[in-house]
């Protein structure tokens, strides 16, 4: 039977994709093509082109990209009726650059299966890894992801097989495996993706890891944000336990695995794991000191091996191929792909699945397609969210691996990757991050809690236009002081993007402080909502953004703004391409 | 979902849904989860039917609905409107948005207009990062959005 494949995973929702797939459902019943066709629906694939619609038949696969739900009688109609394609509709070039220059491991299924099904899942090979699996000794199992060098995708790096080996090697009568899917980072949607869908991919990575420690229960500790992820999740686990893939005695080998879900409850810091485990508990989520380390005591003070929802997904992969082809992809020290969510001002957003060590420069000019809007220059890539770094187009060449990230002053978090342009600020980018990292710290340790509000202070005082020289020599003495006194992640991070951003962007710093300019136009204080008459093009494209009407305009005349009117919204700051309005 | 928003609270709801999860480990947060469900905030009756049935003091239900940014102690409006404070809906223009909405509802972020319809709130990041900026109204996700696009989606929610 011939498909029709629609992405729905939350971006596709967000673009209306569930009316799209009803629609076709009714229309394919209308002209009685119900017999020949049957809509799937499928997590998103990674590229954000609102609706993506395939039709697969035996011997050909036409995608659909922009497909709006007023789209869809126009598809079935001329072509599955008539057999002859909507051209305009069809990908283009964009969508083939996108998805040629990826290596999909992780990211195989989505958008291919629908995640509800178990059935699509075992027909591409699911489960086959598991059935090795529990077929070898625990330490064979570590041993194989050990030799094929997979580290934590959540941020850390820290080698698995090592991990799994000390909880191994702990002793006690009960142990945990939990899968952390406290997706925090703003700008990060990597496991929300495989969550959605591919859920059996972490379940199957989740009861190999259970094999090879000895635990009997597995959490996925999932953000509350995430509502159709649980979903799926839960539909995921039911159907594996039906199968006899999760429960008592999987496959006769008396090897008994069962997980459950927990919601988080909105907390940044939970993506901690010892703060991870005692909200699980059911407790405020505070870190604690770490050793002893999870692995020897963790859930309920039980050895517990946390990993993230990334590093599960490979884990079936890694046992069905085997070490060396997966040690065979990526740099020296950082071994196998890496998914990435390409967002801000870049041309294709979506999620990239690619091998350690490609370019930043492949990755926004290759697959992404470059800027979003071509007037206005690539500035700088933010890496690893409120705990990484913002890095400039002078570092474009270089390698995505762990070191080479580490080296500059940022992190390689959980992939998290927002490309900004020259309208954004780099002050008020570092001042966006100290809020969140304020708002989001535990409170436990006092620089963190102080420090970071002071940082935040004096960035507010530099984006407001009152900044002062001795403020850079501020923020840099503090922001080491919170990074090297505080006792989590959190803290020891948090100070990154104001660092950073001081490092590589010092000039943008140097304008806020001592000319009172944002040379980006965004920080409210330091605008004059005035147009700069030599860069406007008068094109007239401020003065149909405006809601209020305070713009004057007329065919081949500059703009005026009309101050009396103006809310000091900024919609047309941020709809001239030529950066005319300051 | 849209939050009820009752204030009668009755104590046999309540027991009811301890009793559910009872003999768990680590009960407290899916249980005031599930009160917030049925009320859309979490009540003080509720907070002391907890503490009494669970013995535990209430500062210690306080302690953590104070530290989640998911619960509310107050009641919140028929439709709950959440902007993306992502990153990426950030440098998109998330914040001219909340600024416009702000100004349109006439209530400041974590507030509920007079008449009830509708509660302003933000949301770190609701992984939607290559539709922003996004807003969130109940359970729709609205992507790509901009001012204009605002105020016809708070029309349909009877602005």
């Given at each position: 039977m011939d498909k029709i494949l629609i992405c729905t995973g939350t971006s596709g929702i967000a673009a209306?994709?569930?009316?799209?797939?009803?629609?076709?459902?009714?229309?394919?019943?209308?002209?009685?093509?119900?017999?020949?066709?049957?809509?799937?629906?499928?997590?998103?694939?990674g590229l954000f082109r609102d609706v993506l619609v395939d039709v697969v038949t035996e011997d050909s696969r036409l995608v659909y990209e922009f497909v709006k739900p007023e789209n869809v009688e126009q598809i079935v109609i001329e072509h599955l009726v008539g057999g002859r394609p909507v051209e305009k509709l069809l990908a283009g070039k964009d969508y083939e650059d996108f998805f040629s220059g990826q290596m999909r491991i992780v990211l195989s299924n989505c958008g291919e299966i629908d995640p509800e099904d178990i059935g699509e899942y075992i027909a591409r090979g699911g489960y086959e890894a598991l059935k090795t699996a529990v077929s070898m000794e625990s330490l064979d199992i570590i041993e194989t992801v050990t030799s094929a060098g997979l580290r934590g995708r959540g941020?850390?790096?820290?080698?698995?097989?090592?991990?799994?080996?000390?909880?191994?090697?702990?002793?006690?009568?009960?142990?945990?495996?939990?899968?952390?899917?406290?997706?925090?980072?703003?700008?990060?949607?990597?496991?929300?993706?495989?969550?959605?869908?591919?859920?059996?991919?972490?379940?199957?990575?989740?009861?190999?890891?259970?094999?090879a420690i000895g635990a009997a229960s597995g959490v996925i500790y999932c953000r509350a944000e995430y509502p159709l992820a649980v979903k799926r999740l839960q539909c995921a686990i039911d159907d594996a336990g039906a199968r006899g893939f999760l429960g008592d005695n999987i496959m006769g080998t008396g090897f008994s695995f069962d997980i459950e879900i927990m919601q988080g409850a909105g907390a940044f810091v939970c993506g901690e794991e010892t703060a991870l485990i005692a909200s699980i508990e059911g407790k405020r989520g505070l870190p604690r000191p770490r050793p002893p380390f999870p692995a020897v005591k963790g859930l309920w003070d039980k050895p517990t091996n946390i990993n993230n929802v990334e590093t599960f997904a490979n884990v079936r992969h890694i046992i069905a191929k085997g070490a060396d082809w997966y040690s065979s992809i990526g740099t020296d020290g950082s071994k196998g792909t890496k998914v990435f969510?390409?967002?801000?001002?870049?041309?294709?957003?979506?999620?990239v699945e690619v091998p350690m060590g490609t370019t930043i420069k492949d990755l926004v000019f290759g697959?992404?397609?470059?800027?979003?809007?071509?007037?206005?220059?690539?500035?700088?890539?933010?890496?690893?969210?409120?705990?990484?770094?913002?890095?400039?187009?002078?570092?474009?060449?270089?390698?995505?691996?762990?070191?080479?990230?580490?080296?500059?002053?940022?992190?390689?978090?959980?992939?998290?990757?927002?490309?900004?342009?020259?309208?954004?600020?780099?002050?008020?980018?570092?001042?966006?991050?100290?809020?969140f990292t304020v708002e989001e710290s535990c409170g436990q340790c006092t620089p963190c809690r102080v420090g970071l509000r002071r940082m935040l202070d004096v960035l507010i005082e530099i984006t407001d236009g009152r900044g002062k020289p001795k403020h850079m020599t501020f923020l840099k003495e503090m922001g080491e002081t919170v990074k090297s006194m505080s006792l989590c992640g959190?803290?020891?991070?948090?100070?990154?993007?104001?660092?950073?951003?001081?490092?590589?962007?010092?000039?943008?710093?140097?304008?806020?402080v001592n000319k009172k300019e944002c040379p980006a136009h965004v920080c409210p204080e330091l605008l004059k909502f005035k147009v700069i008459e030599d860069k406007c093009a008068k094109c007239g494209m401020c003065q149909k953004t405006c809601p209020v009407d305070a713009i004057e305009w007329k065919k081949g005349e500059v703009a005026r703004i009309d101050l009396e009117k103006c809310t000091e919204c900024r919609s047309c700051i941020r709809a001239c391409p030529f950066m005319a309005i300051e | 979902m849209p939050a009820v928003n009752t204030s009668e609270v009755k104590k046999s709801d309540i027991?009811?849904?301890?009793?559910?999860?009872?003999?768990?480990?680590?009960?407290?947060?899916?249980?005031?989860?599930?009160?917030?469900?049925?009320?859309g905030y979490v009540p003080k009756e509720a907070v002391e039917i907890i503490a009494a049935e669970l013995d535990v003091y209430p500062v210690d239900i306080y302690g953590i609905l104070t530290f989640y940014a998911q619960f509310h102690l107050k009641p919140r409006g028929r439709h709950i409107i959440k902007v993306c404070m992502g990153t990426a809906c950030y440098i998109m223009g998330g914040k001219e948005i909340l600024d416009h909405l702000k100004g349109t509802l006439g209530i400041e972020i974590d507030q509920t207009t007079e008449d009830g319809n509708f509660t302003l709130e933000v949301v770190s990041c609701l992984g939607c990062c290559g539709m922003g900026p996004v807003v969130m109204v109940d359970e729709k996700f609205y992507g790509r959005c901009d001012l204009q696009k605002m105020d016809e989606v708070l029309q349909e929610y009877g602005k």
């Open positions: 209306y994709a569930v009316e799209v797939a009803c629609l076709f459902e009714e229309l394919i019943k209308k002209h009685k093509l119900d017999e020949q066709y049957r809509v799937v629906r499928v997590g998103d694939r941020g850390g790096g820290f080698p698995t097989g090592l991990k799994w080996k000390f909880c191994f090697e702990a002793q006690g009568d009960e142990k945990y495996v939990v899968c952390n899917a406290d997706e925090g980072d703003p700008g990060a949607f990597m496991d929300r993706s495989v969550l959605e869908g591919d859920p059996h991919s972490v379940i199957e990575g989740m009861a190999i890891a259970g094999r969510a390409l967002a801000g001002k870049v041309k294709n957003t979506g999620l697959l992404g397609g470059g800027m979003a809007r071509k007037m206005v220059k690539f500035k700088a890539v933010q890496l690893g969210g409120p705990s990484g770094g913002c890095l400039p187009e002078s570092l474009a060449d270089m390698s995505i691996d762990y070191e080479s990230i580490t080296g500059t002053g940022a992190i390689m978090g959980s992939g998290g990757m927002i490309i900004m342009d020259q309208q954004t600020c780099m002050v008020d980018v570092a001042r966006y991050f100290l809020e959190l803290g020891q991070t948090a100070p990154n993007p104001a660092l950073t951003t001081m490092r590589y962007f010092q000039d943008e710093y140097d304008l806020h | 027991v009811g849904m301890i009793e559910h999860h009872r003999e768990k480990k680590g009960v407290l947060i899916p249980l005031l989860q599930e009160v917030q469900d049925r009320y």
